[in-house]
């Protein structure tokens, strides 16, 4: 279940380990046994301080239980995520004597969680995108038309060229479009029987993409 679990005394490098901590570590299988020294060797170098800060002051405050999460190096260079939860048995005078805890792989959890960051990052981005092109097609539409009749049908036909590419682009997972659809999408708005197009076959990645609908 991708849980496993672990035990030391703080006054030995040893730690009593689980068959499941063993497996999420990458440890040879029957391993009962591993020490602290090879467990920092695992621990990414990014995150080690973070971790043994944060164990530091929970034996200086005694707290009992704490959590962090860390990158492991397993045996075969595979990165891991791991959450750790940590249970720290305390002497009468305060004095830390025994840690016992899990480890969960969360490593699928964290892929998700930067995988949705970058796409609201990605969404933020054509957004403003779409919005700084949207304002500069109202400014320039203002110097070139006579009437304000006419200046809501004009903006308003760019926009849905611009609303066609969108529309193009989603379908496609935005991996790439067609130049050639892209030419005919832009131009639906204006041409009624009296445009050729004639181009190569090109697919062009997103940003192009968009790129090329703002020229035309």
């Known amino acids: ?45 990014d995150d080690l301080a973070r971790v043994e800060e944060m164990r530091c002051r929970a034996f200086d405050q005694r707290i009992s ?47 998700a969680e930067d995988h949705q960051r970058q796409l609201v990052a990605e969404l933020d981005h054509r957004v403003k995108n779409v919005l700084a092109t949207v304002g500069a097609i109202v400014t320039q539409t ?34 790439g479009v067609s130049l050639i659809e892209i030419v005919q999408r832009e131009f639906a708005p204006y041409a009624e029987n009296n445009v050729e197009i004639d181009c190569p076959s090109v697919t062009l990645k997103a940003e192009a993409a968009q790129s090329v609908a703002m020229v035309l």
Do not use: C
């Open 1 to 45: 279940a991708l849980v496993g679990s672990y035990a030391y005394d703080l006054d030995s490098d040893v730690m009593q380990i689980s068959e499941g901590y063993a497996a999420l570590h990458g440890l040879p299988e029957g391993s009962a046994e591993t020490t602290r020294s090879e467990w920092r060797a695992r621990v990414h170098a």
């Open 65 to 111: 239980e704490y959590g962090v999460e860390y990158r492991i190096f397993r045996s075969e260079g595979e990165v891991r995520w791991i959450e750790s939860r940590s249970f720290i048995a305390f002497q009468p005078d305060g004095t830390p004597l025994r840690v016992l805890g899990v480890n969960i792989d969360i490593t699928g959890r964290r892929r």
């Open 142 to 175: 203002q110097w070139n038309t006579g009437s304000p009749a006419d200046f809501v049908a004009v903006v308003d036909r760019r926009i849905q060229s611009m609303a066609r590419t969108h529309e193009l682009l989603s379908q496609s997972h935005w991996r």
